[in-house]
């Protein structure tokens, strides 16, 4: 296969390389030291057209390729993984979601604003009790004349104080098991609809992430997305090019940890010469670059199958789970080579470090992407 990039493939990457550099570097410890999201800098993500990507330009998107999407989060997420969660999850998620199963009306109510950056969305599947058991949901929407009412909690929800518009997975048919549950676009501000504390958390903690809680939310029937019974189904669908978007972020995360620790064994020195030249350390920077390139080819392979229009789930789940266990790797070994200053955080990679954790959690964890790629070479 093929993985060269075109003229503008290689201009998209400049673009996001160049942005990051320039808007995200600038600020990203303090931001992560207070937990400040993003807000300029996701405004400004929009107005360049990286928060709706690959949506049809009719919609208000650029159109692109997946391969184009995953260009741009490897170097958004080099530097600063918390505002290319937001990029995610809105690309994704959201705005994939809703272009894949909306109606034309809520295409044009909602996709528009989420594609060209003037809403921010947010994806609501987990739950205190219901994380990668999508099939155990506890928050309910039943139908009641021409609307639905939906209660309950969801959590970890990412964009869960700055989002517009939230897709939310809910169980409407319980004598159905996971064939009644739907999925309902619900508009922030709606009575009934609170979000709780903001989670502190170990990395990304420039990111929003909180829990939400629905009270009575009265949902319109023209807010349901797909048929009666479609919602396990939308989140699976979902979720699998999702993982395409997580595996480009743990790729970023590693090559931005990598690059930082290439350069600084060029300057750091001991016992007489630069670090890089002790094969202790050159050893590592060749396995680093090594595992880097593999998961490069993996996350490529998985976004040319969604672009041939090929099934991707085994090559979405195989790039994620080798992609996040790259980025935990190489951050610690790129920990390792700053020695003591890798340890504060003015050189970044402890920040990178505890970025790259995540991306073995969240759509899905380690273990979920094994068991999906285990059903799929077993069918063979």
């Known amino acids: 296969m093929d993985f060269s990039l075109t003229e503008e493939h290689l201009m998209i990457q400049e673009a996001a390389r160049d942005f990051a550099r320039a808007e995200?570097?600038?600020g990203v410890i303090e931001r992560d030291e207070k937990q400040e999201f993003p807000k300029d800098q996701v405004?400004?993500?929009g107005e360049l057209?990286?928060?709706g990507m690959m949506v049809d330009p009719k919609y208000g998107g650029g159109g692109m390729d997946t391969l184009s999407y995953v260009i741009a989060m490897e170097e958004i997420s080099k530097i600063d993984a918390s505002a290319s969660v937001v990029m995610s999850v809105n690309n994704s998620l959201v705005c994939w979601?809703?272009?894949a199963y909306g109606t034309e009306e809520q295409k044009e109510k909602y996709l528009t604003k989420l594609a060209s950056g003037e809403s921010i969305g947010a994806f609501c599947l987990s739950e205190p009790e219901a994380g990668s058991?999508?099939?155990s949901?506890?928050?309910t929407a039943f139908e009641k004349d021409d609307h639905y009412v939906l209660n309950g909690t969801k959590n970890w929800i990412t964009n869960g104080s700055t989002a517009d518009f939230y897709l939310v997975i809910a169980q409407t048919h319980p004598e159905l098991k996971h064939k009644g549950i739907n999925a309902f676009i619900i508009e922030k501000g709606w009575e009934g609809f609170e979000i709780g504390a903001k989670e502190q958390k170990l990395g990304i903690r420039g990111s929003d992430t909180h829990s939400l809680m629905f009270t009575d939310v009265k949902v319109p029937k023209e807010n349901r997305i797909g048929e009666d019974g479609?919602?396990?189904?939308f989140a699976m669908k979902v979720l699998a090019g999702g993982r395409i978007g997580i595996a480009a972020q743990a790729l970023g995360i590693a090559a931005g940890a990598y690059e930082l620790a290439k350069e600084y064994s060029k300057v750091r020195k001991s016992f007489g010469t630069e670090i890089c030249n002790h094969q202790a350390i050159a050893f590592k920077l060749a396995d680093m670059h090594t595992q880097i390139e593999a998961a490069r080819m993996l996350v490529y392979k998985a976004a040319k199958d969604k672009d041939n229009k090929e099934n991707y789930d085994l090559s979405g789940a195989m790039a994620k789970l080798y992609a996040s266990q790259v980025a935990m790797d190489t951050t610690i070994e790129a920990v390792q080579i700053h020695g003591g200053n890798g340890y504060v955080k003015e050189y970044h990679v402890e920040r990178l470090m505890r970025d790259a954790k995540i991306t073995q959690i969240y759509e899905g964890t380690s273990e979920i992407q094994k068991i999906v790629i285990s059903r799929a070479v077993l069918k063979d």
């Open 137 to 139: 949901q506890k928050t």
């Open 43 to 45: 405004k400004q993500m």
């Open 133 to 135: 058991d999508a099939t």
């Open 230 to 233: 479609f919602g396990f189904k």
């Open 49 to 51: 057209g990286f928060l």
């Open 97 to 99: 979601g809703l272009e």
């Open 24 to 26: 995200l570097l600038p």
